[in-house]
C-alpha cells in the first residue's frame, strides 16, 4: 500500500539526503503496481515498470553515483512546470518524451523507425493526404500499434479518404506460405506475395486496397521496394 512520503513531490524532496534512494524507488514502483491489484486497472498496471533498472551500471559505476543521478533525474522532472493543462498550449511532458524517444530512434539506428516517427515526417503526411480537400471523412493507418497484416480490425470501415502509415521496414511474414494469401482481395491483384523476409509491399497494397478512389495514401517506404527485383519488381508493375 503506498504512504504519503511515497508521492512524487515527497521522495524528490529527500532524494539528495537518501541513501538509499535507488531501492526507495524501488518500492515505491512496486507498491504502485500492487496498489492496483483485485481492481480494473490491475493488467494495466503490471509490469508497468519492469523495464526500470535504478541498478543499472549505465547510472554509475557505484551506489552513490547512481543514486546521484537517479536525484538529479527527479529534480529535473519535478522542476518543470505544467500549470494548469487548459491553460497551456505547451505540452511539457509530451514534448521531454517526444525528445527522448527521438534520441532513442537516433541511437537504435534503422529498427528505431519501428517505435517513432519525427513530428516532422508526420506533418508531411497529414498535409500529403490533404491537400485540395477541405474535409476528410475517415482516416487510417494500419500501421498504428504495430498493426497485423493478417488480421486487421477495420474491414467495415474501409474504405479510408486519407491513410498515413509508418509501416515497419522489411519484417517478415507469411506470404506465400500461406495458401490463402494469395486469393486475398488485398494482394491477387499482383498475382504475387512480398517476399516472405519484406513485407514492405504487403502493407502498401493493404493500405492501396482500403484507399477510396478518391482517397490519397502518404507511405513511409523503405527505398528497397523501388529496385528490388523478383516478387516486388511484378508487384511495381500491377497496373493503376
Known sequence: MRTVHELFDNVTRNASQNQNLNESLEAVFSNIENSAK?????????????DLDVNSGKLGNTVIKRNQKLSKLLESIGGLRFGDYADNSIDAFGDAYEFLMT?????AGKSGGEFFTP???????????TIGK??????????CGSGSL?????????????????PPYSINWEGDA???????PRFSPAGV?????????AFTMHMLSWLSTSGTAAIVEFPGVLCRGGAEQKIRKIPD
Open 103 to 107: 534520441m532513442y530512434a537516433s541511437n
Open 134 to 143: 477541405k474535409e476528410v471523412n475517415k482516416v487510417y493507418d494500419p500501421a
Open 178 to 184: 500461406n495458401l490463402l494469401l494469395i486469393n486475398d
Open 38 to 50: 483485485g481492481s480494473d486497472s490491475e493488467n494495466d498496471l503490471k509490469g508497468l515498470f519492469d
Open 150 to 166: 493478417l488480421d486487421p480490425k477495420y474491414w467495415d470501415d474501409e474504405p479510408f479518404d486519407a491513410i498515413v502509415s509508418n
Open 193 to 201: 506475395l512480398a517476399p516472405k523476409s519484406k513485407a514492405d509491399l
Open 119 to 129: 513530428q516532422e515526417v508526420s506533418e508531411l503526411l497529414a498535409e500529403i493526404t
